[in-house]
Each structure stands twice: as C-alpha cells, then as structure tokens.
Nanobody, 124 residues
C-alpha cells in the first residue's frame, strides 16, 4: 500500500528527494512519517507530517536539512534531503496510519502501514 522510491548514492553535501505513493490507505486522513534504519542500528524516526500537512515533526539530527511534505492530489509523501552526511546512510521507510497522534508520531510502533524501504548511501 506504500511504495517508496528515490534513494541512491550521493556525495556528502548533496541532495535527494524520496517519494512514497500510497494506495489503499486513505492518504488524506493518515498521519505520515519517514523512518530510517542503518546497519546494526534500530529503526529511528526521521520526520512526520500531520493529516493537513500544516504540521511537521523532525528528528534533531535532520532538522534544517530535511523537509517532509505531502501532495493529497497525488497520494504522495515526500522527503527532501539536503546537505546529506555519511551518517544519513540508511534504508529509509515511509509509514502511515490514521490513528497516529502528535504524541505518537515519532514512534514506529504507532504505524501499521509501511513501505518496502529505499536505500540512501552518502559517500564522504
């Protein structure tokens, strides 16, 4: 129901834009988020966005560099990633759920719908 794309190999300081197309999920009423998992590490919250798109939430490690947005007409979630660093290297997952709240938006366990992941590799 969630199809992520846009990952790749980029040099440090570069940019990538991830996309996540939703099907089946009622996109307009779902809080959406991006998470990532690096080798040997737990999955961590990257960014989240409210149903309306008016509120965004970011991990401290990406604040000021990444921007989350959504296009309801296209049922698509985006993550614009600028000033990428080697430590951003990970598999990035999109997630969504109608029951997520502002208090649970950063919790991976709050989301029931997940994309397959897209690899982002940042070289130094």
């Amino acid at each position: 129901q969630l199809q992520a794309s846009g990952g790749g190999l980029v040099q440090g300081g570069g940019s990538l834009r991830l996309s996540c197309v939703a099907s089946g999920l009622t996109f307009s009423t779902a809080v959406m988020g991006w998470f990532r998992q690096a080798p040997g590490k737990e999955r961590e919250f990257v960014a989240g966005i409210s149903r309306s798109g008016n509120s965004q939430y970011y991990a401290d490690s990406v604040k000021g560099r990444f921007t989350i947005s959504r296009d309801k007409a296209k049922n698509t979630l985006y993550l614009q990633m600028n000033s990428l660093k080697p430590e951003d290297t990970a598999v990035y997952y999109c997630a969504g759920d109608q029951t997520v709240t502002t208090t649970t938006v950063r919790l991976s366990s709050a989301y029931h719908y997940w994309g397959q992941g897209t690899q982002v590799t940042v070289s130094s």
